[in-house]
């Protein structure tokens, strides 16, 4: 019976089998590494975290108050307080939150100093005009600023100039007005420049789809004025609203007493009419 002779590996293949050797020795110690390598990761992470963990909301968190919006109430709508952690916070929508929780907050900041300090600042929307709905002397208590958003009556608003829609009021607190009304707000913004001081408005009815009517503080006249493009709120509407106004004002001057006026024709600019008669309501 023949003994069978085991075969003798190659140099060779000796060679490769120590390389692959090597090789998987050199895997796993790298796999060992990179798993403490994560670990650490982990472990730093959780220390961090831990740091920035507010323990002393009036220390840590600093809001800065406005007329009507205080610290306490926007650190109340944003849950800011203690126990939170500033480096989890999703900033972008508790800034959402805020804005659409308060709508007269106009825009909000939230600036950290690593690791545990926030600091919030805020601008409040300034209100330019008081709504109210045509025929109805009731107060509604919303205002609105120049952007056309609308939102409850703040202190010392008593004086601003009047708008009135054709109730009831189709814009709620936090959303904007139609093309109208912001025409009306356009109106206003350009009669506070000097060149206009006799023109200040008292009342901007907006209820006829023509025409705005406006009431002056000055002499209590009237004016019925219209002005191309004028919901459109265009550089160039803007440019006729004012040619318009220019006209209106030049024309009271010359027929000082009258109590109505029309300038509402669009397609002779500067035809200005002195009425006689007030508009029947």
Known sequence: MRTKTPKTKSPKNIKES?????????????????????IAINALHKVWLEQCVVTNAAEQIRIQSGKMIKAELLA???KLKNGIN????????????????????????FRRRLPDKLFVTI????????????????????VTDNEGVIFRKQRNTSSLPLIRELGPLSTLPGKKLGPRAMAAIGMIDALRAPEFTELSILVADISNQDYILVTFKQDYSEAKIAWAEMDLGTPSATANLLRQLRHLRDAKRVVPGAVMWNAT???????????????TR
Request: charged share 25%; proline share 5%.
């Open 76 to 78: 109340d709508i944003c």
């Open 86 to 109: 500033l480096a989890l916070i999703d900033y972008a929508k508790l800034r959402e939150d805020a804005l659409k929780a308060l709508p007269n907050l106009k825009s909000v900041t």
């Open 123 to 142: 601008e409040e929307r300034v209100p330019v005009a008081r709504m109210g709905i045509s025929g109805k002397n009731a107060p509604t208590g919303l």
């Open 18 to 38: 120590a390389k692959r050797a090597y090789s998987v020795k050199i895997a796993i110690v790298l796999i060992f590494m990179l798993a403490l390598v994560v």
């Open 265 to 279: 024709d669009i397609s002779t600019p500067g035809k200005i009419y002195a009425e006689t008669k007030r508009i």
